[in-house]
Each structure stands twice: as C-alpha cells, then as structure tokens.
C-alpha cells in the first residue's frame, strides 16, 4: 500500500491539517494517510507542548468525526525511546510493515531546515518526500536550495516533490492564541 507519514505536533489538529489529509487521500491517491503525533519536536520548545497522550487522544477523536477519511492516528513516535528524530520514525514503520511504501509528509516550513534534520541523507535517499505549501514561505526556491545542497554533498534524492495542496490561513500556534484570549476556535478545529 501507498502510505502518507505526516507527522507533527498536531497542537491542535485543524480545518488546515483535515484539507492536506483529504488531498492526500483523494488527488495524490494514498491508500492511508498516518498521522504521526510526535511527543517532541527537536526544533521546538518542550514546555509549550500539550501532553502527547492528550494529542493523541484528541486526535483519534477529531478523526473518528471525520469517518470519510482514510486516516489512521498512528502512536509510534510514542513508543520510540526519545529523542524522537523523523529517520527513527520512518525505520520503525518500514520495520514495522515491511509491505508498504511510505512517503514523508512536510509543510514548507519544515523544508527551510530539512538540510539539518537527523540523518537527513537517509531520509532523502530512502523516502520519497512530499512538501505541501504554507503561509511565508517560498517552496520553490527553498526546493532549489535544498537540491543544490543535496548535489553539493552528494546526497542522492529518492524524490523531494511540491504538491499543490489546499493552503488553509491557519496555525496550530495562531488558534493556541486566539484561544488564550478567549475567542471561539471551534471554527477552526477538526
């Protein structure tokens, strides 16, 4: 099978995370999206993380909402001794389900800084990579500087690929503030 990895913080999970799954699923044709709930980001701060067990949970019930979708809310990053880097990911679930084909799953903000990630010539020469757009940042240019980095250290690519998937206006941080505030969010969430 064809499997989607999209991993994240999911804090919380939104309108915007629900649109890139349904294109996953229906234009690029995934059989399963997985969305990966990572206890910690390495590039993020720990103490403004929710618990992952709560992310977790609300997750898998933003998603049973949604019966539709061939998502699964997957707990794999939780049972990875940390810290949790993405090749860790990636080999536990090639590992776990030799059969499939798995392809990453980044937004374009991520692409910025892929060039630092953890063994990133193993991610690139072993998976596919699919970058959706977001807000701020230009992914064909960042696209062009990580191809230029992968030929100047003679990284081979497997694929890093643009897709064109729905850019929904919103943010996990933008709704954490705005619900900090005391506004209504439910617009928002999934």
């Avoid at 399963?32 to 590039?43: A, G, K, T």
């Avoid at 898998?60 to 990875?80: M, Q």
């Avoid at 230029?148 to 933008?174: N, R, T, Y």
Wanted: proline content about 7%; overall charge negative.
């Amino acid at each position: 099978m064809k499997i989607a990895v999209y991993p994240g913080s999911f804090d919380p999970l939104h309108v915007g995370h629900l649109a890139i799954m349904e294109y996953l699923t229906g234009e690029q044709a995934f059989d399963w999206v997985y969305l990966v709930i990572s206890p910690q980001n390495p590039f993020k701060d720990p103490s403004k993380a929710a618990n992952a067990l709560k992310r977790l949970n609300d997750a898998i019930a933003a998603v049973k909402r949604h019966p539709e979708l061939r998502v699964w809310v997957d707990d794999i990053e939780l049972n990875i001794p940390p810290p949790n880097y993405t090749i860790k990911t990636l080999d536990a679930l090639k590992e776990r389900e030799p059969e499939n084909d798995f392809t990453l799953i980044i937004g374009a903000d991520n692409l910025a800084g892929l060039s630092r990630w953890r063994q990133v010539r193993k991610i690139l020469s072993g998976y596919e990579v699919m970058v959706y757009p977001r807000r701020g940042f230009d992914s064909p240019k960042l696209l062009e500087e990580l191809l230029q980095w992968c030929s100047e250290k003679h990284v081979h690519c497997k694929g890093v690929h643009l897709i064109d998937a729905p850019l929904v206006d919103i943010s996990s941080s933008e709704i954490r503030n705005a619900e900090a505030k005391g506004l209504d969010v439910s617009e928002w969430l999934m």
